[in-house]
Nanobody, 119 residues
Framework: QVRLEESGGGLVQAGASLTLSCAASGRTFTNWSMGWFRQAPGKEREFVASITWNLGTTNYAETVKGRFTISRDRPTSTVYLQMNNVYPDNATVYYC????????????WGRGTQVTVSS
């Protein structure tokens, strides 16, 4: 059973940096994609960044491109989201998701980690 567990959220000052981690377990993730999403109260979950497990190919939402970096460490099955120059409106719950190779949808989710930004 796939399990995703986010950590690293907390309080960060606007303009500072924060790194989120997602520990993935339950299987090998060859050919899978991993992603970070975020969801504010009353809003739909939105895509932030994704990475393919094998090649490490990345994709970013335009709003975070150049500031956030997604990476993965295959030996530990951990996915990271390095958030630099955090904006106040980046404050929300961040979720880690996993998608099977060839699949269209992310079917596995963690419980999320809260990011709070002080201005």
């Amino acid at each position: 059973q796939v399990r995703l567990e986010e950590s690293g959220g907390g309080l960060v000052q606007a303009g500072a940096s924060l790194t989120l981690s997602c520990a993935a377990s339950g299987r090998t993730f060859t050919n899978w994609s991993m992603g970070w999403f975020r969801q504010a109260p009353g809003k739909e979950r939105e895509f932030v960044a994704s990475i393919t497990w094998n090649l490490g190919t990345t994709n970013y939402a335009e709003t975070v491109k150049g500031r956030f970096t997604i990476s993965r460490d295959r030996p530990t099955s951990t996915v990271y989201l390095q958030m630099n120059n955090v904006y106040p409106d980046n404050a929300t719950v961040y979720y880690c998701g996993a998608r099977r190779g060839g699949g269209r949808d992310y079917n596995y989710w963690g419980r999320g980690t809260q990011v709070t930004v002080s201005s």
